[in-house]
Every structure is written in structure tokens, then in C-alpha cells.
């Protein structure tokens, strides 16, 4: 059954007719073409998935589209600037080498923005144990670590 | 933008490919789409061994939205999958290599076998017909362990195969170990298990396959980290089409560690199907499909012994293995227990005699292949445990022991097969032990004590062989395929500079690395260097990236492609400054007459080449295009040392890697920044293996017992220790670049020095072995073995 939904998406308003069944992850990569949201598991462990939902990191892959009617959505697409500067966080990424492949990064900047809202000033204990969430297969982690102090700092100034 | 964003070669160079990864405009193979596109879902297995004694698939047929259903029988003109490398045994007598069909025929022989195919307008519909579909299964007794599947009586997978052997192979000269076995002081001995792994990259597998009936062509997007080498194996032994009407693009690749270099059957049933159906498809793994069906890694096991003399130093060393293959010969698996793990026994030392024998044998379970440093990871963990062993045995402090067996002199020929051409041993173990502070360990060690808690120290000293491979070597050893590298560089009017390479990039940077190699020899800004990888449209030829051999062969190729241009280039400018051809030289992009100060610049030069109004017509053909094929002339030779300290709780088991140590010599580097990278992820996958990873099945019913996420303990960010570590470099002796390979380093070092650190540190209790990996199950079962005197099974 096909259900309406409006919300927002990167700033912008969205409305659409969406099968009820229709994951989040499915809604933004396949109606929207927001590709930068990727799925990498089934059981929602992988964390790549990770959006933000009126600010707050969720796992698209565990959601209906339907549960976040009228919801500010945030994904990988809507960090930078119009003219392609990145977010701080983004930028601190490029700077640590916290990435790789680039497959679990969308998931980690938007998962260190959730973490950075709630603790700016997160030690590395804790943004280790906050990014469980969150599988890096490729970095071993110590640059994604280094990576969210470095926009955390940036972002407080 | 950072002032080294234009120094080249040496320098940490931020990586140009970031900005498309971090604004979500990546293109993975599962982002592509297409017109008309319709989805595949492959009906697996749920049996570990079965024969299939029908297939009902008439309601299925006629479900909303299917498009076809295939099964192993329409498959026809299709061929099994192929394997890359022609093992012969000891008996003189090719491998048995039995049948690989892209769709089980007749029988299923692991949990997750493709037996169908379902087409449909979306993957629901697809999802929902397989359901419908009856396969009527007689269940047959499985054996998913290797040791099992040799024994008399053991269920028979294959006709082909009797008693499941696919080989016994045996490398070195048995009867000088022998002889140095008898006369030995004496002997070490260790049973060892290298734990199956599942390769879990990020990114599941995925293929969008489609049909032109224009030109009768077919264009496969694809995660692979070799699509030329992909395409080869689909057209040439599988579909029999020319390698012409075939592009394999690997566009954005999110991981392999090898899991995505082989000829998988899904990518090559979608490619015969999008002419049958004549509409783009698609599919993408779900992670627990990538369980049942990603090749997986390891699975070994093996008995080790070394024979010493009263002073420790090794006199030789004998190891028996039998490694399981799974349930069919994956595109590389026969060449990974044989040539790249026996070849490497020798690790550091100068052992004088080594005799490895290896059966490998089919199982139920999911084929074994190439997974990060693939044979040698399980070489150095054999070595490295029995040299801890020595150490053990005889008193020895574990640098010691390393250092009184050191290979000093090079070039150094082993007694297996390899001649290392440069190291420095005690250079990486020096600075190894300064970085994990060995000094300080027993005060940390005794502070520890006072919390009750167990510290140990492991050490492990390893070499790979990487730059694969000389393509003669190779292929005397029995590669079916050559493993040089391509490269190509295109000089455009204007002056930018466009790589072709046919190494893949899944992370390791290539797009800046080899910019900083065209830059630095051009003397040109690295924002003109454009590097294009994973297109066989687009690239010569390529062999695609796996042990370690990108820089080494790969980044060569295109240094030799970088003579030819420079070459070419001087003629161009001896013709605009009227001199010699052998006056000029080539510096800081510019040619210049030796001696003065008459230059043109590289752009020049690279505009009268394709301008040429003033230009050597009669002798020189206009254009600035070069390309080269490099076939490295040695292997390459990484090495270092890796320290592990862990710390565990002897009431709860739990262990915890409290710092990590590693000092790599890599040969030359080019960015230091993504060569540390390299290390770190080798490292977690490494402590992975040894501290969470394993890929579990039930012995009696063949069901993967570790087949989710939620299951696999992937390492996680608070796994992890943040790691130390540190270079040395001899560069190698054999290629411009002197480069040797970094990314598996990582992987093959780490599990046997956290294994030994477990060692030492569970000595104080009693423990004498422990398998990986050290779960705190294990370890606190151990430590109650120890207590009531009784040993563990492993
Ligand atoms: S896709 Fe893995 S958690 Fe959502
Ligand atoms: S960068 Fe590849 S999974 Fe994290």
C-alpha cells in the first residue's frame, strides 16, 4: 500500500507516495538518489547507513520512511557548502586520513556529528566507545578517532 | 588547501579521491543505475551437502513481476569457474580439480551454493518467487573440517576428488631436515589452528550486468580489484565471448582485502542473462549472503617443529599443513597455501633447512581464497609461534632468539625457493622494541600484577613477499596468468597528464599516490595529473591490485611509461632548440641544454607534439602518449617488527591489547600518510583475527554458526589500542621506485605477536597454547585447564 509522506531532506522540502514497506536507506538511495547513504549489512551493525534525524544519528536501514514523516533529515549530501567547502568535520576527515574506501565514511561523519553534538569535548575512550556503531573495515579506526577531535575542535571555534 | 598539496613524491600528500567520499559522490557499483533495470536474487543453498533431485519452479514462473528463473541446467554453453593456478602434487600428478558451475548442478556442497536465479521487475517480486520455488534435496552427511575430511569414511563432495584431497604438495629438501633433526639439541614443537575468516569489507558485492544488442555487447559494473582480470576468466573459460564485447568497469570500490579479486559466479550468471532477459540487472550481496558466499580466508591447520642447537640458533625446520579449500577451487585458492605460504617459511632467519608438506582438501563450506596477505599471514604465524616456542624452551630472551638466527647478508637465498634481495632485521627490531618500551614492560607488568591483572609481551618478527610476481617464476610454479602491470601515460595538448593504470584503488589512494609519482618525475603541479583506474574500456590491460603489489609493479609500470614521455620529450626538444638529443636534460619539467639556460618547459614540448608546425615530422611521430608493461624481475621483501602488550583479567578471560607496536621497512615511500593508513587497518584486521574473528561452522549439520554480524566479531573502534609505529627503509634493490609493499604488513604480523603476548602473559598461570582467536572464553578456560593440570583441545 502506498502511503504520503513529507519531509525534509538537506533543507529541502520532499513529499512523496511511498510503499509502506520502504526502509529510510531504500527511500533516500532509490526515490532521491542520495547514494552517499550506503547499506552494508542487514542486522544493523554497520552503522553506514547513519543519518541524521532531527539531529540525531539513526541507522536508516532500521526505519520506515513513514516513521520520520515530517522529520528534518541530514545526510552526507546536505554537510558541504554550495560551492563544495567542506563541514569541518568533513574536512577533518580529508585532513587525519580517517578514510579509505570511503564506505563507512558517510555513516562516520554523520555519527561524529551526533557524538560532537552531545560531548564536544569527548575524549578518545569515549569516541571510541561512542563509534561501536559504527564498522571501519579499513582504517583501524586510530584516524577516525584523531579525525573527530580534530572537527570537534574545529567546530567549537 | 594545505601547502603539501602540491609536494609530490615523499610527502603526506592529502588524498584527492576524499572529497567525492565525503560528500556521498562516490560511485559505487551499487549506486549505478539504469533504464529498464531489473533485479536478481539468488536462491542459495540451506543444506552444507545435498544432492538436488528436482527443481519445481512452475508456480515461481508465474508470479507478479518474475522475468525468468534460471537453474544450473539452462545454463547452457556455460562453463565452470575457472582457477588461476595449476598446483602439481608430490605424486607428480596435476591437482584434482573437480567442477565449479556458476549454478549447482545435481548437487549443492556448501550452505549458501547458488542453485537459482530469479529475474523480476523489483526485488521483492524476486525475493518473493524464490520462495515458490520447491528444490527437492536429499541430505547428505557434510564435513566442514579439513582434518575431518581426510579421514577414512569422510563424506566424498566430489567424484573428482577421492577422499577429498585436491593435493599433497611439499616444498625443500626433506632429507637435510631430516639429518639436522637428528643431530638437533633441541626440538620445538607447536600444533597450530589459523582460524577461518570472513573478509567483511564494507561493501557487499554487488554487479549491474546489461546487454547491447547494437553491437552484441555487454557492460559489467562490478566490485572487483582486477576487472581486467575478471574480464579475462568470464569471456576466455566461462561464457566464451570475445574479451571485445565485454567492459568490465569496477567503478568506486568500498574494500576487498582480496575477497573481491576472484571470478565469482553471481557477476558471471547476471552476464549471461542480461542478453537472455535484454534488460540491465542488478543485485547486491545482503551481508549474511556475503557470509555464504564472499570467499573466505585461512583455515589452517598445522604442526610445526624446529631443531635447534645448544645456542639457539635454528638448524632446520619442518612443517606438515593441511589446509581446507572449501567446497571448490575459488579463482586463487591453490597457489595460497602452496606457493605464497611455504615459500616464506624462512620468515627472518637463516634457518638452513625447511621442508613444508601441505594437503589441501574440500569441505563443506565456503571456498577459501586470498584474504590480506593471504598464505603469508599463516607462514609468519607458523614461524613466529614456533620461534617464541624456542624461546620458551630454551630460556631465551624473544629478541634474542630472533637476533642470533638473523639473515644478515644479502642477497639471501632460502632454502624456499625465495632470494630476498635487501633487509635490515635488527634496524626494525631495534626500533620496534624502543617503541613499545620494552624496558619499562616489567614494571608495567608488575603494576599490573598488583591490580591482579596478567601482562604479556609478544614479538613477532615477519617478512612477506609482495610486488607479485615474476611472470616466468609464476608460471614455472604453475600461474595460468602472467602478473606484470600496465600503465599508460597520456601527455594532453595542453599539458595535463592523464594515468591509465591497471592497479584498482579500494581505498589505498592510488589516485593520489601515482599523481605524486607523475608530478614529482614531471616536474608538473599534481592538480593536472588525472589517475584513471578499474575500466577496461579505458585502461590497456591491467592484472589489478592484490599482495601488496600496486606500488611495486603497478606504480613502476607507469615510471616506465614516464621514460618513454621523457624520452620521447627530449627529442621533441632538442628539435625546438636546435641541439643535440643527447645535450638535453630533463629537470623541474623542463628540458634544457646542459650547460645553459636554453629550455623549453614540459607544456611546451607537450604542445609542439601535438601542434607540430615545427617539429621532427620525418623521424618522430606527433603525439605524447606512452604506454609500458612492467614484469618485476624479484619479488619484494617487506619486513619489520611487531610488539604486542596485553593485559588480561585471569577471573573473567578478557583480554585486552594495551598497546601495539610496529616498526615496517617498507622500502621507499611516497605518502607517508596513506602508508600508515595501510599499517593501521592491516593491524586491526590482524588483531581481529587473532583476538575476535572466527568464522565458525557446526560439525555435524554444516551450518555456519558465525553468519552475521551479530555473530563475526569484526573489531570495533574500542578493540583497538592506537597504535605505535614507526619505518626503517632499505630501499628494494630491483625497482626505480625502490618500493615494496605496505598494505598487508599489518595483517600477517599482528596475530602472532598478540598470540605470543597471550603466551607470556598466561605463563605465570601454567598455560602452555592457546589458539586464536584468544576470546575470553578460551583464555579463561585455559587458565582453569592450567589450574586442575589438564590441556585444552583446541
Ligand atoms: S546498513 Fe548496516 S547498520 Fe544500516
Ligand atoms: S574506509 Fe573503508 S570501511 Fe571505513
Redesign the pocket.
Known sequence: MSIPLSLSVNGKAVTADVDERTLLVEFLRHDLALTGTH???DT??????TVLVDGRAI?S??VLAAQVAGAKITTIEGLAGADGTLHPMQAAFKECHGLQCGFCTPGMVLGALDLVAHHPHADERTIREALEGNFCRCTGYQNIVKAVQTGAAAMAK | MGANETGPIGQSVRRREDQRFLTGAGQYTDDVTMAREAYVYFLRSPHAHAKISGIDREEARTAPGVLAIYTGDDLVGVNGLPCGWLITGTDGKPMNEPPHPVLAKGKVRHVGDPVAMIVAESLHQAKDAAELIVVDYEILPAVVNGVDALKPGAPQIHDEAPGNRCYTWALGDKGAVDAAFAKAHHVSKVDIVNNRLVPNAIEPRAAVASYSRADESYTLYVTSQNPHVERLLMTAFVLGLPETKVRVIAPDVGGGFGSKIYLYAEETAMVWASKHVNRPLRWAAERSESFISDAHGRDHVTHAEMAVDKDGKFLALRVTTTANVGAYLSTFASCIPTILYATLLAGQYATPAIHCEVTAVFTNTVPVDAYRGAGRPEATYVVERVVHQVGVDLGLAQDEVRRRNFIRTFPYATPVALTYDIGNYDATLDEAMRLADVAGFPARRAEAAKRGKLRGLGYSSYIEACGLAPSNIAGALGARAGLYEAGQVRVNPTGGVTVFTGSHSHGQGHETTFAQIVAGRLGIDIGSVEVVHGDTGRIPFGMGTYGSRSLAVGGTAIVKALDKIVAKGKKIAAHLLEAAETDIEFADGKFTVAGTDRSKAFGEVALAAYVPHNYPLDKLEPGLDETAFYDPTNFTYPAGTHICEVEIDPETGQTSVVAFSACDDFGNVINPMIVEGQVHGGLAQGIGQALLEHCVYDRQSGQLLSGSLMDYALPRADDLPTFKVGTKVTPCTHNPLGAKGCGEAGAIGAPPALINAVLDALAAVGVKDIQMPASPHRVWQAIQAAKSGATVAA
Open positions: 547499506v552494508g549489512c544493523a551493525q554497520c552503522g553506514a547507513c541507522k536501514c532500521n
